[in-house]
């Protein structure tokens, strides 16, 4: 049987932007979906006219979409996600339902402790208002250029900006940045599961608004877990790592990966 892989995608992103993974994987053997988040509109320009669809989501919400997306395929899959789609895959994982996981650029757990000042910038768009909690919000180019598009060039920047951006709900950031301070935080995943499928941690070292140290912290969350845990660095990559031009090389390590792992 044909081995499924779900993507899910972060903050500010589009579905349709795992459209060349999607392409990838299946022609590499695969059967990958690449679903929204809950009540996402179908297309960018659909995501944009209509940001209110997707305001207020929480991070279980999000979470409990994808389980259930999961809990209908035949069998379990490996889960690969980008940004706050990192910390689903790293949550659902934890829960055991996906043969293995894949948390690129990841956003911070509960217990990963650094925030550089790169990253509170790059969160500012949403976190400088406590008004924006339960709203959507948008980047503008500028702050699309700082939060993703650094380590690429303006141009291409612009590009990607204007071919996938979408408004985005502000309570998971909210969330994830309060979650050393609440004891039941949604934020936090089963790092101590030993009976878990293989994770792949994957950090681009120029990246702002998921920088390096953390992505680093977040391996160091488990160590009291037994199963395979890896980190892989891409130098001088920016958070847009998955839908610029050098997303190939980031694909191609993850299906070398999985293959090494047997499940290829």
Not at 172 to 185: G, I, R, T
Not at 234 to 246: A, I
């Amino acid at each position: 049987m044909t081995r499924p892989v779900v993507f899910i995608h972060g903050l500010w992103l589009h579905a349709t932007s795992w459209q060349p993974w999607l392409e990838l994987f299946a022609a590499s053997g695969y059967a990958p979906i690449a679903p929204g988040w809950p009540h996402e509109p179908a297309t960018v320009a659909e995501a944009r006219e209509n940001p209110d669809a997707v305001a207020n989501l929480s991070i279980d919400e999000v979470t409990e979409h994808y389980a259930g997306v999961i809990g209908g395929l035949d069998e379990p899959p490996v889960i690969i996600g980008h940004s706050f789609g990192g910390l689903f895959a790293e949550k659902l994982l934890g829960q055991g339902l996906g043969s293995a996981a894949v948390a690129i650029d990841p956003a911070q757990i509960k217990g990963v402790l650094p925030l550089p000042l790169a990253q509170l910038r790059s969160g500012f768009p949403a976190l400088g208002n406590p008004a924006n909690l339960h709203r959507s919000v948008s980047l503008t180019k500028k702050e699309f250029r700082f939060a993703f598009g650094n380590a690429v060039s303006e141009e291409e920047s612009e590009s990607l900006y204007d071919r996938w951006t979408i408004p985005s709900p502000a309570r998971p950031l909210f969330q994830a940045a309060a979650a050393n301070f609440v004891m039941h935080s949604q934020a936090k995943v089963d790092t101590a599961n030993s009976e878990r499928g293989p994770l792949l941690l994957i950090s681009g070292t120029a990246d702002h608004t998921v920088p390096d140290v953390v992505t680093r912290s977040t391996l160091k969350q488990y160590r009291d877990s037994t199963a395979v845990t890896e980190l892989k660095q891409f130098e001088g990559r920016g958070h847009s790592l998955t839908v610029d031009s050098g997303w190939r090389e980031v694909a191609e390590a993850i299906l070398a990966w999985l293959k090494a792992n047997d499940l290829g």
